[in-house]
């Protein structure tokens, strides 16, 4: 442990040093403002530059290089003009080319990123040096729009309603010294900005050139210097505030049909169920400066399907997000405790995300009672109404609020040959409250936070199950220590509290992410009389993130009380958690690479008790090379440590010395096939852990609007000691075990699965994606053991006294007990085919067809074959859908 500190200390004091000279950052001050122009006559979107507003001197003509070659001039001229009417902003470019033939103009969806030629328009129009929008045209039409925020970040999560069209000169071949030209027309009713007669927005123009690997800016963000939206050049002589309110409606509509697999004589199934509904979402503003998204019975089917995963740990799988109106704007609440600082590590630090939107919609997480025959549970728990207010209040503060209210669901089920029903989810509110201020053109911040999950559980049944209430209120922030910003501290503190019955107060306290039961423990225990669990976290970070020399530093509390998993994700508690970590980075290119970094750090984990339960260290190196091939290997070594998570809330284990290391090389995306490779090993000092995986893709670009990949993965796991159950022994095991055994057997488990894309896009409007993801994963349990003592990596192995014939075992001068073979064999297929039409701007319809099917058996064992034959033999479950929407501006 002493060696650890030591080397803490060591590299925070290298951090610490004075910063390798760079190259200066360019900023947008010292350059001349870019002017927009009032239009005298209309402009018609096409991509051609004929209106008499491309016919004059140009508001930009001077990019310089942010990439490959810092601050070189661009290899192409490219020529911008911005004009503005009272409904919107317009930006023309013209993207001249010496080699015209060679422009790379891909199609594909709406917000794919696909290597193309590109021209990118970035604003900030509240000009608040931090956050903004950006709009995205490639060469062959595709529309990309996004939000910036917190200086340097981005999020494509964002749909605005805009127009844009790309025209590439002449035909073929196309002549010398022409290009490829792009107008965009982005309504003032997109964004939020101040109000005022007169507006100053920053603004940035940028270009890639795909087959330089070039991208052009006005102003870039150095490779080793901090702050972007900050550069921005000034755009003026925008008039009359465009103070005009408006309001944006997209009713909808959609038919559903569903074929789902059924046992015989199943009441709640039959050959098909066809569900239309219809809905509407509103999206309108509130002032100048905020924007209010609403929406009635709104209709959240995904368009791309969860993968299915095997978790065999104790923590909760996670799924990002997809739904539209969780997504347009979230960096207001997901940035919470993460503004400030440019990047943020994490090294077994079990950080919790404070609002995890799909919490809102969830499966229902009530059951139907044991015994019970046919059943019909929901998929989802549906929303009845939901509201979200973003935006700014006033200069430098940023506000965010959601309010979402979903509906009592009721199962369906047989029992003793009736049917009745039972409450599966109850009536709840979610409320969630954000607000942030801004100091000093953004050199300190202070933020707040808050959180409510309630329920109406009252004759529910549920009481026992779920918490009735969930609250968490917190504070964030970050400082600049210096004008240049090199360096920042941010952080976070903050406290919850759940509430509930006693009976669910004991099963809270119990789960997995506080386990408070643990029984050699002394600082712990299961309050059997609360009706409330409070907790307390916070975490700081101190980032040097300007120059070659590069350090994250931070540490991190989470109480074991702490829990916030009713309205956002957390894994585990009871963590005191800090790491120090330093790089170096490599910006200006040579004969052999573009980019290349290395960088490493320390970490360690100990709990309340002071016990370390995790450390080790970890290291890593990666380049992006001339060929604009990528290589990135890394690898990390923990030393023998006590482990409080194997037992499920059982005593602590000691756990082996184990290492890992992981590589990744990919080729030129730009190719018509394009590879990657991801390599996994790790194993342990006991001899009989370890896991390797191998993820090899491939992706065929034959044409320019079609592509095919393949992303196979193998993985085998062999565990020597995998949790298997905890059985109660009183009198029979050691004191501090809590009165049971804690059952482990040896794991071998062999993963085979695939992610399986054809795309094809007919116009920057109209495309079809389809998605296939079989999986098959089957494990083998043997050599049956318990814990001999607590903190030891010590057990006595069963051997002869279990009988798998009849699953029981017979322990030495003990009492037998049930142990079941947990060996499985599980398949899944899942895939869907998405035809998408925006048929105009804002209104799309789609037609979408999900299918998926499973089949698991109780044995071990992978057989390709077989398991192969059984999956595609098993019942599917087919769904069709129909959805139309209609954007109406008004």
Request: glycine residues 10%; proline residues 6%.
């Amino acid at each position: 442990m002493r060696r650890v500190l030591a080397l803490l200390s060591l590299i925070a004091l290298w951090g610490v040093g004075p910063a390798t000279a760079g190259i200066q950052p360019n900023s947008g001050d010292s350059l001349p403002p870019v002017r927009a122009v009032r239009l005298t006559a209309p402009v018609t979107i096409d991509g051609a530059l004929t209106e008499p507003a491309w016919q004059g001197t140009p508001s930009c003509t001077r990019l310089v290089q942010g990439d490959p070659i810092e601050g070189a001039a661009a290899s192409e001229s490219t020529w911008v003009w911005v004009a503005f009417d009272d409904e919107a902003l317009y930006v023309a470019a013209r993207c001249w080319d010496s080699h015209p033939d060679s422009i790379i103009a891909n199609l594909a969806r709406r917000d794919l990123v696909v290597p193309s030629d590109r021209f990118l328009v970035l604003l900030d129009p509240y000009h608040d040096h931090r956050s903004g929008y950006f709009f995205s045209i490639n060469a062959a039409g595709v529309l990309r729009d996004g939000t910036l925020s917190n200086d340097t970040w981005n999020d494509d999560s964002w749909d605005g309603v805009w127009q844009g069209r790309a025209r590439r000169d002449g035909g073929a071949p196309a002549k010398p010294g022409s290009g490829w030209t792009c107008e965009l027309r982005i309504p003032f009713s997109q964004m939020r900005y101040r109000p005022g007669a007169e507006q100053v927005w920053g603004i940035n123009l940028r270009r890639r050139i795909e087959r330089r690997n070039e991208e052009d800016y006005q102003v870039y963000k150095p490779k080793s210097g901090s702050g972007y939206v900050s550069r921005f050049p000034l755009l003026v002589g925008l008039e009359n505030g465009h103070h005009r309110r408006t309001i944006e409606l997209t009713p909808y509509v959609t038919g559903k049909g569903e074929f789902l697999a059924h046992a015989p004589g199943d009441p709640f199934r039959d050959d098909g169920r066809y569900r239309p509904t219809a809905g509407v979402d509103l999206r309108t503003s509130v002032g100048n400066n905020l924007t209010l998204n609403a929406t009635v019975n709104p209709d959240f089917g995904q368009v791309e399907v969860d993968p299915a995963v095997v978790n065999l740990s104790d923590v909760e799988s996670y799924f990002s997000e997809k739904r539209p109106f969780f997504t347009e704007n979230s960096s207001i609440f997901s940035s919470f405790g993460q503004e400030g600082a440019e990047d943020y590590w994490g090294f077994n630090w079990s950080g919790p995300q404070f609002f995890y939107t799909r919490r809102i919609g969830r499966a229902p997480q009530g059951g139907v009672p044991d015994g019970a025959g046919f059943s019909d549970v929901p998929v989802a728990t549906r929303i009845l109404g939901a509201a979200k207010l973003t935006g700014k209040l006033a200069q430098g503060v940023s506000f965010g609020m959601l309010n979402a209210v979903t509906a009592r669901e009721d199962a369906r089920y047989t029992l003793d040959g009736l049917e009745t029903k039972a409450q599966v989810e109850p009536f709840t509110y979610y409320g969630i409250a954000r607000g942030l201020k801004e100091l000093e053109g953004g050199a300190n911040g202070l933020g707040a936070m808050a959180t409510l999950a309630q329920r109406r559980l009252d004759g529910s049944g549920l009481g026992d199950a779920l918490n009735r209430q969930s609250l968490m209120a917190g504070l964030d922030g970050w400082h600049f220590f210096d004008r240049d910003r090199m360096w920042v501290v941010s952080g976070w503190a903050g406290l919850s509290r759940v509430a509930g019955t006693r009976e669910r107060m004991i099963a809270v306290q119990t789960n997995s992410r506080h386990y408070l039961q643990r029984p050699d423990v002394d600082y712990l225990g299961v309050d059997s009389s609360a009706t409330s669990l409070t907790g307390w976290g916070g975490r700081i970070t101190l980032n040097k993130q300007k120059g070659s020399v590069f350090s994250n530093s931070a540490i991190g509390v989470l109480s074991p009380g702490f829990d916030v998993a009713d309205v956002g994700f957390l894994s585990r508690t009871d963590v005191i958690n800090a790491h120090s970590g330093i790089g170096y980075k490599w910006t200006v290119p040579n004969r052999w690479r573009r980019y290349a970094d290395v960088l490493g750090a320390v970490f360690q984990t100990r709990d309340f008790g002071g016990v370390p339960v995790w450390e080790g260290a970890w290291g890593q190196a990666e380049a992006t090379f001339a060929n604009n091939w990528y290589g990135s290997v890394n690898g990390a070594w923990n030393p023998p440590i006590a482990n409080d998570r194997w037992t499920r809330g059982g005593p602590r284990m000691r756990t082996p010395q184990q290492g890992e290391t992981n590589l990744t090389l990919t080729t030129d995306s730009k190719r018509r096939v394009y590879y990657e490779f991801n390599a996994y090993l790790d194993g342990s000092t006991d001899g009989g852990s370890h896991e390797a995986s191998l993820s090899p893709y491939v992706e065929w670009k034959p044409v320019s609007n079609f592509s095919m990949s393949v992303g196979p993965g193998l993985d085998h796991t062999v565990a020597a000691t995998q949790y298997v159950t905890s059985v109660s022994a009183p009198g029979e095991v050691p004191a501090d075990f809590g009165g049971r055994r804690y059952v482990f057997a040896r794991l071998d488990q062999r993963t085979i699965s695939a992610n399986i894309r054809i795309n094809v896009s007919f116009t920057p409007n109209l495309s079809l994606q389809t998605y296939l993801q079989p999986l098959i994963s089957a494990g083998s349990y043997d050599d049956f053991k318990e814990l001999a003592r607590s903190n030891s990596y010590s057990f006595v192995h069963y051997g002869a006294a279990y009988d798998p014939a009849t699953g029981t075992v017979t322990p030495a001068g003990g009492t037998p007990f049930a142990l079941a073979d947990p060996s499985f064999n599980y398949k899944s297929l899942r895939g869907n085919a998405v035809l998408r039409w925006e048929y105009r701007p804002g209104s799309v319809l789609y037609f979408v067809w999900t299918q998926d099917r499973t089949d698991s058996q109780d044995r071990g064992g992978l057989e390709f074959g077989p398991s192969t034959r059984r999956l595609f033999d098993a019942q599917a479950n087919d769904i069709f859908l129909v959805k139309a929407t209609y954007y109406l501006g008004l």
